[in-house]
């Protein structure tokens, strides 16, 4: 990483690089596209890499470096960025229409802190989901500690998106042992606002560790949830139940529940998780943003189901933290953090990168492609 560093200063270029793939099995008389040797390597992005720099005000994140990213048009025909730590940093891509780059960092969505900060005891929002809703940008981010199940989902609001422009409000909702069912027995991290096209009920779907992924109707102000909506939508019964990042998009008539499953983070390459257990892309669908919610077997996601859609290949580990984006020049796009290992050997999670890859549905079933 180094040499690429020295020859691009501040810039990274990243992309598809030789694969070293098995040739994929026989799907008939074509490649299965559902394989994992079917699975693509991410597409080519370019960006700012602040990880050297000391007078880095978003602690090195934004730019290329990105872990649970979310994307999105701002209003002025830009693409922006929002991830993990750095007070929610954001990035926007100087090229106008485009999510390839070159990625430069702003600065932060909670520059002036938070009061979800504060109740939580954490200062390292997680995992923020913007959506633009009228003609208002909805950010819902997770404060919490690892490992704790006290954890709230905030809400802030902008009509720019720009630093300095967000207003915070607070706990949308929050979990603890002592609180009302389902916040008793899950974990407030990972929101995903889902406004359901044809109902136009919005939904806001959380969940990790501690019971996994559930679902709330919103309030119409889109600030607080319908307690007796509570639904589960997924369960993972093979302990630690590692399902997180759920996010509900809609195409074709299905709507489709992506989510992250397995170990996210800490990796070290002296000691990483046992083979199958990091973080891998998974997916079910149903006719109902309500669910039930199956695999291409049949089985429900409550009962452990769901297919495995991009995972560890060739230089890529860990995949996980997506999003989809729909209609990006025509067709949909999976976006997620990764660990490359040519050029982060070590598995550090603040080298985790920003990558994408487009959406084909086949027989309804999406599978992601380099083109």
Same mark, same amino acid.
């Given at each position: 990483?180094?040499?690429?560093?020295?020859?691009?200063?501040?810039?990274?270029?990243?992309?598809?690089?030789?694969?070293?793939?098995?040739?994929?099995?026989?799907?008939?008389?074509?490649?299965?596209?559902?394989?994992?040797?079917?699975?693509?390597?991410?597409?080519?992005?370019?960006?700012?890499?602040?990880?050297?720099?000391?007078?880095?005000?978003?602690?090195?994140?934004?730019?290329?470096?990105?872990?649970?990213?979310?994307?999105?048009?701002?209003?002025?025909?830009?693409?922006?960025?929002?991830?993990?730590?750095?007070?929610?940093? $954001?990035?926007? &891509?100087?090229? +106008?229409?485009?999510?390839? %780059?070159? @990625?430069?960092?702003? #600065?932060? =969505? *909670?520059?002036?802190?938070?009061?979800?900060?504060?109740?939580?005891?954490?200062?390292?929002?997680?995992?923020?989901?913007?959506?633009?809703?009228?003609?208002?940008?909805?950010?819902?981010?997770?404060?919490?500690?690892?490992?704790?199940?006290?954890?709230? $989902?905030?809400? &802030?609001?902008? +009509?720019?998106?720009?630093? %300095?422009? @967000?207003?915070?409000? #607070?706990? =949308? *909702?929050?979990?603890?042992?002592?609180?009302?069912?389902?916040?008793?027995?899950?974990?407030?991290?990972?929101?995903?606002?889902?406004?359901?096209?044809?109902?136009?009920?919005?939904?806001?779907?959380?969940?990790?560790?501690?019971?996994?992924?559930?679902?709330?109707?919103?309030?119409?102000?889109?600030?607080?949830?319908?307690?007796?909506?509570?639904?589960?939508?997924?369960?993972?019964?093979?302990?630690?139940?590692?399902?997180?990042?759920?996010?509900?998009?809609?195409?074709?008539?299905?709507?489709?529940?992506?989510?992250?499953?397995?170990?996210?983070?800490?990796?070290?390459?002296?000691?990483?998780?046992?083979?199958?257990?990091?973080?891998?892309?998974?997916?079910?669908?149903?006719?109902?943003?309500?669910?039930?919610?199956?695999?291409?077997?049949?089985?429900?996601?409550?009962?452990?189901?769901?297919?495995?859609?991009?995972?560890?290949?060739?230089?890529?580990?860990?995949?996980?933290?997506?999003?989809?984006?729909?209609?990006?020049?025509?067709?949909?796009?999976?976006?997620?953090?990764?660990?490359?290992?040519?050029?982060?050997?070590?598995?550090?999670?603040?080298?985790?990168?920003?990558?994408?890859?487009?959406?084909?549905?086949?027989?309804?079933?999406?599978?992601?492609?380099?083109?």
């Amino acid at each position: 990483m180094a040499s690429i560093k020295s020859a691009m200063k501040n810039t990274v270029l990243l992309g598809l690089l030789a694969s070293t793939a098995a040739a994929a099995p026989s799907y008939g008389h074509k490649p299965d596209p559902f394989s994992n040797a079917s699975w693509p390597l991410p597409r080519e992005i370019s960006g700012q890499d602040d990880t050297a720099n000391p007078n880095s005000t978003t602690q090195g994140w934004g730019g290329v470096h990105l872990h649970d990213p979310c994307l999105v048009l701002g209003p002025d025909g830009h693409y922006y960025s929002f991830s993990t730590h750095g007070l929610t940093v $954001i990035s926007r &891509a100087s090229n +106008k229409g485009s999510i390839d %780059g070159y @990625w430069q960092i702003l #600065g932060s =969505v *909670l520059e002036a802190g938070s009061s979800v900060i504060n109740n939580t005891g954490s200062t390292d929002p997680w995992a923020p989901d913007v959506h633009k809703v009228g003609d208002t940008y909805f950010d819902y981010y997770a404060v919490s500690q690892f490992g704790s199940q006290i954890s709230s $989902i905030g809400l &802030a609001t902008s +009509k720019t998106l720009l630093p %300095g422009s @967000w207003t915070d409000h #607070g706990a =949308v *909702l929050s979990s603890s042992p002592d609180a009302d069912y389902p916040l008793n027995i899950t974990n407030a991290i990972d929101a995903n606002l889902f406004v359901d096209p044809k109902t136009h009920v919005p939904y806001l779907i959380y969940g990790s560790f501690w019971a996994d992924l559930y679902e709330f109707q919103l309030n119409s102000d889109l600030k607080s949830v319908k307690q007796e909506t509570a639904l589960q939508l997924s369960f993972d019964p093979v302990l630690p139940q590692a399902e997180e990042g759920a996010y509900l998009s809609y195409a074709g008539g299905w709507y489709y529940l992506w989510y992250s499953h397995g170990i996210c983070c800490g990796y070290n390459v002296s000691a990483l998780p046992t083979p199958g257990t990091e973080y891998s892309i998974r997916v079910g669908r149903s006719k109902a943003a309500t669910g039930p919610f199956v695999d291409r077997a049949g089985v429900d996601l409550k009962a452990g189901g769901g297919n495995i859609v991009f995972g560890s290949h060739d230089y890529v580990y860990g995949p996980g933290g997506q999003g989809v984006l729909s209609n990006y020049r025509g067709r949909d796009v999976l976006y997620y953090h990764y660990v490359n290992t040519n050029l982060n050997p070590t598995y550090k999670d603040e080298l985790k990168l920003l990558g994408w890859n487009y959406i084909n549905y086949i027989d309804g079933w999406p599978v992601l492609s380099s083109r």
